[in-house]
């Protein structure tokens, strides 16, 4: 089974529509993080939020927001009046395990096309 | 501050080869990760050093192999190529053990085996 789990392949909005990532995990661990990351068309993957299992509080971070809930085991991810700039590909991700035995799972990624 | 930087940028070998790829740090961090990327998939996990010490290891056989040297940099060794190796090799920095610290990824080897 997949420990993460999006299932929108590929999205397209046009500029300033909301649009919601979705992403669901799947862990028997009671501590664990989950991530999402943003990988351009240049590559590199660039960090945008860290969550703990104990922090159900959503997040705003601009036009950016994140809502966790653990009843669903889901962490979606929406934007907000997106831009073209926000054309790329987005990866949920679940770090579970031990200290220094920890074991990091990245979704399939979502794309995002952002049509002006 | 530089980030993460990798060597070579791209690769081609030859099935049953062996191919080293090289990681430098982001400045002031002591743990690297390394992800494998194929297309149109997400990265997968394949290990992680602390200071020189493999600290995770994901389900990838023993033929990859890792190093983590003093000053943090690292090398990934693959043996005896496979063509299902080709793929995208990410590494990944970060302060602190463990990986649930914010990771700075590089821009990664594309490596192609025939």
């Known amino acids: 089974a997949q420990k993460v789990t999006q299932a929108q392949t590929e999205i397209s909005v046009v500029e300033k529509e909301d649009v919601t990532l979705d992403c669901v995990y799947e862990?028997?661990?009671?501590?664990?993080?989950l991530f999402w990351y943003k990988q351009p068309p240049s590559g590199e993957l660039v960090f945008l939020i860290r969550?703990?299992?104990?922090?159900?509080q959503n997040e705003i971070s601009g036009r950016y927001s994140w809502n966790f809930q653990k009843s669903t085991s889901s962490f979606n991810f929406t934007i907000t009046a997106s831009q073209v700039v926000d054309s790329a590909v987005y990866f949920c991700?679940?770090?579970?395990?031990?200290?220094?035995?920890?074991?990091?799972?990245f979704g399939s990624g979502t794309k995002l096309n952002v049509k002006p | 501050e530089t980030g993460v930087t990798q060597s070579p940028t791209h690769l081609i070998k030859t099935r049953g080869q062996q191919v080293t790829l090289r990681c430098s740090s982001q400045?002031?961090?002591?743990?690297v990760s390394w992800y494998q990327q194929a297309l149109g998939q997400g990265p997968q996990f394949i290990f992680q050093?602390?200071?020189?010490?493999?600290?995770g290891r994901g389900n990838f056989p023993p033929r990859f192999s890792g190093l983590q040297f003093p000053n943090y940099s690292s090398e990934l060794n693959v043996n005896a190529l496979e063509l299902d190796d080709s793929a995208l090799y990410l590494c990944?920095?970060?302060?602190?053990?463990?990986?649930?610290?914010?990771?700075?990824f590089g821009p990664g080897t594309r490596l192609t085996v025939t």
């Open positions: 862990t028997r661990d009671t501590t664990y993080y």
């Open positions: 969550r703990n299992s104990f922090d159900e």
């Open positions: 050093y602390y200071r020189e010490e493999e600290n």
């Open positions: 990944a920095s970060s302060l602190g053990q463990g990986l649930s610290y914010e990771q700075y």
């Open positions: 400045s002031g961090h002591n743990t």
């Open positions: 991700a679940l770090m579970e395990g031990t200290f220094g035995f920890n074991k990091f799972y």
